[in-house]
């Protein structure tokens, strides 16, 4: 994924978006985007999570625990990352209105999940 936040207007990201949903690979595609969020390196969380809601706007679902404890890990490691973009990502993936009392550092499943993600990120 060759992105750069000043880089890319939102129609040239939906182009992006066109042409890696028509490889019909969505399962990679999801696997692929996931997998950089589990880097260290965070100078490609924000574009992807920008991928990530655009992605489920158009109807794509992501599994539920991971994705919220990966998405939180993420936001809890970097100053960067727009917590209003990762809730609304959060609370479509829960169902949940915007003003829900939903808590992922009060859900044990994805407290735990996000334990497993801890250790098994790579160390600088």
Known sequence: MEVNKADLSERETHDIMDRMLALDK???IRAGLLD????NDQSLWHETIL???YFQGRGYKYEETKTIALLYSCLSLSDELDDNL???ITKD???VSYL????PFRDQTVVEEMEKIKKMRRQP
């Open 26 to 28: 969505w399962e990679e």
């Open 36 to 39: 950089i969020l589990y880097e």
């Open 51 to 53: 991928y990530i809601y």
């Open 86 to 88: 990762i809730w609304t």
């Open 93 to 95: 993936i829960k169902g």
């Open 100 to 103: 829900s009392g939903y808590d």
